[in-house]
């Protein structure tokens, strides 16, 4: 098991930014890929960004490319994303994920573990 803790979220205006960091306790000894997900109300869950054990690779959504980063720091169990130029419609629960293995893939029910959220207002 893996347990997840999402902070770093919370107010900002549009052109700002904002790092989410996510903590990992557990089975940290094992490689998984971490993922970012986001949830606006009313909408699906959708695929932000995902890391590799290595951090050698990375994906990202088409959406945010450009602006926001994923990295993580496997001596701290820690994975972060960057958020930069941020954007009214970036608005939503952020959701940190993981899944045992070496994949990147952006569908949500590849990853076993999720946090719990944590809001990301943007004002316009």
């Known amino acids: 098991q893996v347990q997840l803790v999402e902070s770093g979220g919370g107010l900002v205006q549009a052109g700002g930014s904002l790092r989410l960091s996510c903590a990992a306790s557990?089975?940290?000894?094992?490689?998984?890929?971490m993922g970012w997900f986001r949830q606006a109300p009313g909408k699906e869950r959708e695929f932000v960004a995902a890391?590799?054990?290595?951090?050698?690779?990375?994906n990202y959504a088409d959406s945010v490319k450009g602006r926001f980063t994923i990295s993580r720091d496997n001596a701290k169990n820690t994975v972060y994303l960057q958020m930069n130029s941020l954007k009214p419609e970036d608005t939503a629960v952020y959701y940190c994920?993981?899944?045992?293995?070496?994949?990147?893939?952006?569908?949500?029910?590849?990853?076993?573990?999720w946090g719990q959220g944590t809001q990301v207002t943007v004002s316009s």
């Open positions: 994920a993981a899944q045992l293995g070496y994949g990147l893939g952006p569908r949500a029910y590849e990853y076993e573990f």
């Open positions: 890391i590799t054990w290595s951090g050698s690779s990375t």
């Open positions: 557990g089975r940290t000894f094992s490689p998984y890929t």
